[in-house]
């Protein structure tokens, strides 16, 4: 084919008409692309770099010629203007400084020289800039000797009296111009890393007092109160004061001029930074400003006006407010473990499915900034602090405020600080801070109670909050007898009664609204304090003073009542239903306070009820105890009509309580116990056990057990026991049996079975989880009780009484001394301690020597009764629900609740005879009726409604010799159907008198 167009030389393009694909996909191809870019783009960057390090090392070789120059230049006339330009020009050579300083220090003239020329403003510019670089070389080797020349320097130029008096001028602007210039520019960071730079103990460093005046110069050039001064005066604060140690790394020359130039007459200026001050240091620099502080300022508070005081207190409320809790009191850096690791305060708390809360870690203390911080809480730096606040009141509510945050951030010295508080000026501390600060609190009205989170009420917290302690603390170390006197360290019954109702509206808000206020995640305004610690603060208060209330009631009618804020029948379903959630909840707890605010977190009507119990109707928890019962009955499918999971054991008449530690000790008391007695001929006795037979069992058993003779439980004069504190009694042996006893008594408040003994208040105090002080040590030694009020109300010199921190004790005729505290056969009892020798001693008595027996019982109980189910009730109402209440038998009661079967009923002539017959009875008699007809002499709690059978009688037949018999199991009483009233009382009181066992029915 002919070529067309002049194209045969072209080559042609081959066309594939086959359909198959082109090797290079489209991928590749952009691939391809964004390669060839990237390779575009790095030679780019690679010639702009080029000419960019061409250009800098021009620019640095020019630098270096000038430099050069300039040096030459400085260096033919240093002393000039042109000399001083050349140094400025040059910047940070430290060769040429040290030049210039040592001939400026060789002649004062040519260093003020340029004061009276021509060019004055430019030498005032120059030499500002000069002595920036001046510092900033110090700062690099402050011991060097051309340091000190540096120095000297720095210090003509700052001190405004050294100038005029070389140039005889008395206007002399100069050091006020350079001082503002050099504090802008970094003078006490770098005096600061100057001083740090010297070791702690170099003393003789001859930089030392030059760097020391340069700290206080500063405010020789300028006007007290000024802006400029409240500057200087916050630099000061977060530069200098900050040093760790700083007065001793003085020498005492300098450490008397730098204490006697601190403008400590004004420190009212920091009013204005103090929140600064806190937000810009480290925990560390807060400690060490407050150790400074302590250093100083003590030695002149009484020379101090009023608003450098409350400026002062302030400061310190501010830098300890924002501490962490034990700060002040670390571990030692040899240490195991925290010194601090039981103390209650300690908040250790973690919530189960939620974050836990780290605690931030603690700094390590210098052993002279640990002593130095005791100054805080000392009883003589306290008292100094008290009596200027009584010299100027209005220091009062900012001296509460710094207690309360002292005692919050360091919880070992609470127990000085409040003892310091209650001893100042009589005692009258307490009366004073309720009517001047407490007693006209918004807080706590009973119309106003759900605002008491409002930010707008900060300022009351602290007062009550200091109130609350002391009083409670107060409280630790009064007996009854001073308390119900009007004791001039307490508030009178009168004011009482509204402080105790404020505490108790606000604890119970906070329990009550737990879970939307979210109490465990935020803190009181202004304070480094959780509500939760709040609640807990104000429930321990509560709890003594209902305590007082409960042995002898002051309180109105219904001062503990909630009135109308919850309804009790639906209060009561829904606490029911709680206790069954607990159950469904788990995670790690950490401390028995923190499992308590975890479960009031959760579980609010519980937090009430372990808590502040006394909210709530006593009838009403012993409702509430009964169907936690009942609910634990059904979840494990126990029932007393059913033989299934029933325990039977025979028990020998002569070998009650033998027979039962040995045949129950291993058994689950809370299935049904089906007792069968073994007369003494070693047959078994009649009847079946349907719960009267163990009821009797049990009777005997507490008889046995709880005897003194044993030697497991002693007496107090009032007949009520306690376990035995002697050695013997904490023996393996003995603690077994007092786990046993613990769940013997764990059943009988499982079934609701009353038990005749009297356990003594302190005792019963440990199985609510509560401390025993001073007002439960007169029911146990009397003696002691009164030898300890008189040491607390001693007027005379406490020393003269030869006490130590020891207490004696006596066993098998030989007594020894028992330290108190370590090392307390040789610490004196005085005057500032002997609060503390005296909770020591009542703790010891009440609590150490009989821990382990204690213990050993509370275990045994637990294994029956939540102890949270215990806490509902205090001390006095523990002991009815485990005794019923000791007051007379109503018959009248009874009656009402009386069944009949047989023959009888209420118009029957015998059964009015025998209702005749009853109200002619005694209350002794009437108890061994009770006695023969239930097991127990006492009446139920709540009336004979709820004798559960209720009482009944039947007919037994119409045998006029025959004696009336029981079944104590159901609460029956079989009488026959007597004719004569007379015939009817003489065989009652027989059959009641008789004493005989089951076999009687």
């Not at 109130?467 to 007996?479: K, P, V």
Request: aromatic share 10%.
């Amino acid at each position: 084919m002919l070529p067309l167009f002049g194209d045969e030389h072209r080559r042609r393009r081959a066309i594939n008409l086959g359909g198959s694909q082109s090797v290079t996909s489209q991928a590749a191809i952009l691939e391809q692309a964004k390669a060839l870019r990237f390779k575009r783009e790095v030679l780019r960057r690679r010639d702009e770099s080029a000419l960019k390090i061409q250009s800098w090392w021009r620019g640095t070789l020019e630098a270096r010629s000038v430099r050069r120059y300039m040096r030459q230049l400085f260096l033919q006339d240093m002393t000039s203007l042109t000399g001083l330009r050349c140094l400025v020009f040059i910047r940070q050579d430290d060769d040429l400084l040290r030049q210039w300083s040592a001939a400026m220090s060789a002649d004062d003239h040519l260093l003020f020289g340029g004061a009276g020329s021509q060019d004055k403003a430019h030498w005032v510019t120059l030499l500002c800039r000069v002595s920036v670089l001046l510092i900033k070389s110090v700062a690099k080797e402050p011991s060097s000797h051309p340091a000190l020349t540096q120095l000297q320097v720095l210090c003509k130029l700052l001190d405004p009296s050294y100038g005029a008096r070389v140039l005889g001028f008395s206007d002399f602007d100069l050091p006020r111009v350079l001082t503002q210039y050099v504090m802008q520019y970094g003078l006490y960071q770098n005096v600061r890393s100057s001083i740090e730079a010297i070791a702690i103990d170099s003393k003789d460093d001859p930089a030392i007092p030059y760097l020391v005046k340069l700290a206080y110069l500063p405010f020789s050039n300028v006007p007290p109160l000024t802006e400029l001064f409240t500057q200087y005066m916050h630099a000061l604060a977060i530069h200098i004061l900050t040093i760790p140690l700083l007065p001793y790394r003085m020498p005492l020359r300098s450490l008397s001029q730098f204490s006697a130039k601190l403008p400590l007459a004004y420190l009212q200026a920091l009013s204005s930074c103090t929140t600064d001050i806190v937000m810009q240091t480290s925990i560390s620099a807060q400690i060490n400003i407050t150790a400074n502080l302590l250093h100083f300022i003590p030695p002149r508070y009484a020379i101090l006006p009023l608003p450098s005081l409350t400026a002062y207190i302030q400061l310190l409320r501010a830098l300890l407010s924002a501490l962490p809790v034990h700060a002040l009191d670390p571990p030692l850096p040899d240490a195991k473990s925290p010194t601090w690791e039981e103390d209650s305060d300690v908040d250790d708390e973690h919530v189960p499915g939620g974050p836990a809360i780290p605690r931030p870690a603690l700094p390590v203390l210098d052993a002279r900034t640990r002593k130095r911080l005791q100054t805080l809480p000392s009883g003589a730096h306290l008292n100094t602090l008290l009596k200027l606040t009584h010299q100027h009141p209005q220091l009062l509510p900012d001296m509460v405020a710094l207690l309360v945050t002292l005692h919050i951030v360091w919880p070992t010295a609470k127990d000085e600080v409040l003892g310091t508080l209650l001893l100042y000026g009589g005692g009258g501390l307490v009366r004073e801070i309720y009517r001047d600060q407490v007693r006209p609190t918004p807080l706590g009205r009973d119309e106003n109670i759900v605002t008491i989170m409002d930010p707008s009420l900060q300022e009351w917290w602290p007062p009550l909050l200091l109130l609350t302690e002391l009083y409670t603390h107060t409280l630790r170390t009064m007996g009854d007898d001073e308390f119900f006197s009007n004791s001039r360290m307490l508030l009178t019954l009168n004011e009482l009664v509204p402080f105790s109702r404020t505490l108790f509206n606000i604890a119970f808000a906070l329990y009550w609204r737990d879970e939307r206020l979210k109490l465990q995640d935020t803190h009181v305004p202004g304070l480094n304090l959780r509500w939760t610690d709040v609640r807990e603060r104000l429930t321990k208060c509560l709890q003594a003073i209902h305590a007082r209330d409960s042995r002898r009631p002051f309180m109105p009618p219904n001062h503990w009542s909630v009135g109308t804020q919850i309804d009790m029948s639906s209060f009561v379903d829904a606490v029911v239903h709680e206790e069954q959630q607990t159950d469904e909840v788990s995670g790690p707890l950490i401390t028995a306070k923190g499992r308590q605010t975890y479960f009031s977190h959760l579980f609010p009507r519980l937090g009430i009820l372990s808590n502040i119990p006394f909210a709530i109707p006593f009838e009403t928890r012993v409702h509430i105890f009964r169907l936690f019962v009942q609910t634990d009955m059904a979840k494990r499918g126990y029932n007393h009509f059913s033989r299934f999971n029933r325990v039977e054991v025979s028990i020998r008449r002569g070998h009650i309580a033998q027979d039962g530690y040995d045949k129950l000790s291993g058994v689950d008391l809370r299935a049904h116990i089906a007792i069968t007695f073994i007369d003494q001929f070693g047959e078994p006795e009649a009847g079946i056990d349907g719960g009267g037979v163990f009821k009797e069992f049990f009777t005997s058993l507490c008889k046995e057990v709880f005897d003194t003779d044993r030697g497991l439980w002693l007496e107090t004069k009032k007949n009520e026991i306690y376990p035995n504190p002697h050695s013997y009694a904490s023996e393996a042996h003995s603690l077994s049996w007092y786990r046993f006893i613990g769940r013997i008594l764990g059943k009988a408040l499982y079934e609701g079975i009353l038990v005749e003994v009297a356990f003594a208040g302190f005792f019963l105090a440990k199985w609510l989880d509560k401390q025993s002080f001073l007002d439960d040590l007169a029911s146990l030694d009397p003696d002691l009780y009164q030898g300890l009020v008189f040491l607390k109300n001693y007027t005379g010199n406490v020393e003269d009484l030869s006490l130590n921190f020891t207490v004696a004790t006596e066993e098998f005729g030989v007594t020894k001394a028992v330290d108190l505290i370590p090392n307390g056969s040789n610490v004196a009892v005085t005057r500032e301690n002997r609060l503390q020798y005296i909770c020591l001693v009542s703790h010891y008595r009440l609590t150490t020597q009989i821990k382990l027996q204690s213990e050993a019982f509370f275990e045994g109980l637990s294994e029956m009764i939540d102890p949270k189910w215990l806490r509902m009730f205090n001390q006095q109402e523990l002991q009815i629900l485990l005794g019923g209440a000791n007051s007379p038998i109503d018959f009248g009661d009874l009656r009402q609740h009386t069944q009949y079967g047989g023959l009888y009923d209420d118009e029957d002539p015998t059964i009015r005879a025998f209702w005749k017959v009853m109200e002619s009875f005694d209350q002794e008699q009437r108890r061994a009726f009770l006695r023969f007809v239930t097991s127990c002499s006492r009446p139920p709690l709540l009336g004979f409604k709820q004798l559960n059978p209720n009482f009944a009688i039947r007919d037994a037949g119409d045998d006029q010799h025959r004696l009336p018999t029981a079944s104590t199991c159901v609460n029956l009483l079989k009488l026959p159907r007597y004719t004569n009233e007379r015939v009817l009382r003489e065989k009652l009181l027989q059959a009641i008198s008789s004493g005989a066992g089951f076999d009687l029915s």
